[in-house]
């Protein structure tokens, strides 16, 4: 009988996911450039909203050897290839400072605390929310359209949560589409501050296709537009070496205001 999923090697072969096959959503560069958002060294609490099979999360956890990583899917089928990932003997070395929780990021209040998402406790929330518009690429397969549809309202309430769960002075990490920009500084609201947006460009001369933002919870600072990144070099397939040792998992992308976008002293 052919398997429902593949098992795909990340950070040359330094952790595997179990992914589904022939639908559901598949992890690739977008979740290694998120994980890359986050860094620093030592003991990191971080959570990643919407985790799907884990791939952000592991990546962080494969980079960051002191980092404890709380994956959060509500969908209980991706949070079981989640699962069946840390079961992998590759993922020995890095399934004890991994854990899954099947909770929808939305909840509010005491349902979000009754279902495991706690106040205050993580240094680093990062997120790759559905970002296709509803009405855009159709798809019937139901897993697949959940994990990319985004919903009205969607990123004040993902931001919002990552407000709640994390430390004063913690970096929220995102991916999205360029065209979410205003949104998403809306949904950061006084929560964060020292916005920083760096536009992804597949080529020299192309639009971007993707933005990379953090922010830092109670920061003042003001936002910051940084410098492009550029994919590929040239007419080439080929990924600049930066952004190749970004995917790879031998680099970080660190905020450029680490110092003076941390959170006000009390």
């Known amino acids: 009988m052919t398997p429902h999923f593949t098992i795909d090697a990340f950070h040359r072969g330094r952790f595997h996911l179990v992914q589904p096959k022939g639908g559901g959503h598949r992890s690739g560069m977008d979740a290694m450039l998120l994980a890359a958002l986050v860094a620093g060294e030592g003991p990191l609490s971080v ?144 929560r964060f501050g020292g916005i920083e947006i760096t536009a992804l460009h597949p080529r020299p001369g192309e639009s971007a296709v993707r933005i990379l933002v953090t922010a830092v919870k109670g920061s003042r600072a003001r936002l910051l537009l940084r410098a492009p990144l550029v994919m590929h070099e040239d007419d080439s397939h080929r990924f600049s070496a930066f952004v190749d040792d970004l995917n790879n998992g031998r680099a970080a992308y660190p905020r450029q205001g680490a110092v003076r976008g941390k959170a006000p002293a009390p």
């Not at 005491?110 to 509803?134: C, K, Q, S, T, W």
Request: charged share 25%; proline share 5%.
């Open 47 to 190: 959570a990643d909203l919407g985790a799907g099979a884990g791939a952000a999360g592991l990546a962080v956890a494969s980079r960051i050897e002191g980092a404890r990583v709380l994956l959060v899917e509500r969908s209980p089928a991706m949070a079981g290839y989640a699962r069946k990932s840390l079961a992998l003997p590759e993922n020995r070395h890095l399934a004890d400072r991994v854990s899954i929780l099947e909770a929808d990021v939305a909840l509010t209040g005491r349902a979000r605390l009754a279902a495991g998402l706690e106040d205050e406790v993580h240094d680093h929330v990062i997120m790759n929310p559905p970002f296709n518009d509803a009405s855009d690429r159709r798809t019937p397969d139901a897993l697949k359209a959940e994990a990319h549809a985004k919903e009205d309202g969607l990123f004040e309430r993902w931001i919002r949560t990552a407000g709640a769960i994390m430390k004063p002075g913690g970096q929220l990490s995102l991916i999205a589409r360029p065209e979410s920009i205003a949104e998403i500084v809306d949904a950061c609201g006084r």
